[in-house]
C-alpha cells in the first residue's frame, strides 16, 4: 500500500509561484508513474502533469511552459513548480502514484485570487 502526502498549496495572487510536494511511503517509489491532478468546484477533475519512472514527462496543455514536474527517486517525493500562476489555476491538487493500480493523495487546495 501507498501512502501519498502532499503539501506547498496556499493563497497566491496571478502571476506568482508555488512549489508543490508530494512524499511517497509503502512502495518503490522509482517503480512507479508520478502525476498531479487537480479538480476546481464544478469541474471534472483533470490530470496537470506526469512524469514516469524514465523521467519522461506529461502536461496538459493549459499549464505547459508554465508548470514543471519533477522527481526525487532518493527522497520518494514528486515536485510540481508552477510559475505566472493563473485564477482558473485554482483547485485541489491531487498527486497520483500509478504501477498496475493507482494510488491517491488526500489533495492540497491552490487558490490563485488577488
Known amino acids: 500500500q501507498v501512502q501519498l502526502v502532499e503539501s506547498g498549496g496556499g493563497l497566491v495572487q496571478p502571476g506568482g509561484s508555488l512549489t508543490l510536494s508530494c512524499a511517497a511511503s509503502?512502495?518503490?517509489?522509482?517503480?512507479?508513474?508520478m502525476g498531479w491532478y487537480r479538480q476546481a468546484p464544478g469541474k471534472q477533475r483533470e490530470l496537470v502533469a506526469s512524469?514516469?519512472?524514465?523521467?519522461?514527462?506529461n502536461y496538459a496543455d493549459s499549464v505547459k511552459g508554465r508548470f514543471t514536474i519533477s522527481r526525487d527517486n532518493a527522497k520518494n517525493t514528486v515536485y510540481l513548480q508552477m510559475n505566472s500562476l493563473k485564477p482558473e489555476d485554482t483547485a485541489v491538487y491531487y498527486c497520483?502514484?500509478?504501477?498496475?493500480?493507482?494510488?491517491w493523495g488526500q489533495g492540497t487546495q491552490v487558490t490563485v485570487s488577488s
Open positions: 509503502g512502495g518503490i517509489f522509482s517503480l512507479y508513474t
Open positions: 497520483t502514484a500509478e504501477w498496475a493500480t493507482a494510488y
Open positions: 512524469i514516469t519512472r524514465f523521467g519522461g514527462t
